[in-house]
T-cell receptor
Framework: ETGVTQSPTHLIKTRGQQVTLRCSSQSGHNTVSWYQQALGQGPQFIFQYYREEENGRGNFPPRFSGLQFPNYSSELNVNALELDDSALYLC????????????FGEGSRLTVL | GQQLNQSPQSMFIQEGEDVSMNCTSSSIFNTWLWYKQDPGEGPVLLIALYKAGELTSNGRLTAQFGITRKDSFLNISASIPSDVGIYFCAGYNYGQNFVFGPGTRLSVLP
């Protein structure tokens, strides 16, 4: 069974740039959620994708957007990067949109200079 | 919005000691989960709790779902060096988002 994989693992961008982060869900999981984890804090929910549609969104501005593909993999896009966007971005997959268990990838660490 | 509080924020213990940490909320949750995060990695699910009052074990770990559905605790018995990490609680209600606490950082001294 393949777990959740994310890429890239680390990246550095400058303020105003755009970034795309990628996630492959765990085998058999059809739902993907994205979380932002700032240093020293718990993960904060960004949004969830189920059957290629956004299915729930946290308190993040529209410049955070995403996609889910037919194979259930997903992308997180962030436009007009700000310094405060520096964080670990975690992808989590689950079996179904309302299951009570999330399985996380190792994350993509974004640094915005 | 919903928030979870975890205590203690951090703790230093001797190898072999038992550990207890808890998580509280002002809101009711129908599911409580405990995760452990090692440096540079994503959180790993330790225990999931689905019923108020439920007590569940996973090896040396034991977690309980509070009767009020507003709290949960995690105990680790006979701690070992690999228990070092950050422990997060998370609350979940059907149709809503997962809410994570700020974490308890555990350090184990040899």
């Amino acid at each position: 069974e393949t777990g959740v994989t994310q890429s890239p693992t680390h990246l550095i961008k400058t303020r105003g740039q755009q970034v795309t982060l990628r996630c492959s869900s765990q085998s058999g999981h059809n739902t993907v959620s994205w979380y932002q984890q700032a240093l020293g804090q718990g993960p904060q929910f960004i949004f969830q994708y189920y059957r290629e549609e956004e299915n729930g969104r946290g308190n993040f501005p529209p410049r955070f957007s995403g996609l889910q593909f037919p194979n259930y993999s997903s992308e997180l896009n962030v436009n007009a990067l700000e310094l405060d966007d520096s964080a670990l971005y975690l992808c989590a997959s689950s079996l179904g949109q309302d299951t009570g268990e999330l399985f996380f990838g190792e994350g993509s660490r974004l640094t915005v200079l | 919005g919903q928030q979870l509080n975890q205590s203690p924020q951090s703790m230093f213990i001797q190898e072999g000691e038992d550990v207890s940490m808890n998580c509280t909320s002002s809101s009711i949750f129908n599911t409580w989960l405990w995760y452990k995060q090692d440096p540079g990695e994503g959180p790993v699910l330790l225990i999931a709790l689905y019923k108020a009052g439920e007590l569940t074990s996973n090896g040396r770990l034991t977690a309980q779902f509070g009767i009020t559905r507003k709290d949960s605790f995690l105990n680790i018995s006979a701690s070992i060096p690999s228990d070092v990490g950050i422990y997060f609680c998370a609350g979940y209600n059907y149709g809503q988002n997962f809410v994570f606490g700020p974490g308890t950082r555990l350090s184990v001294l040899p």
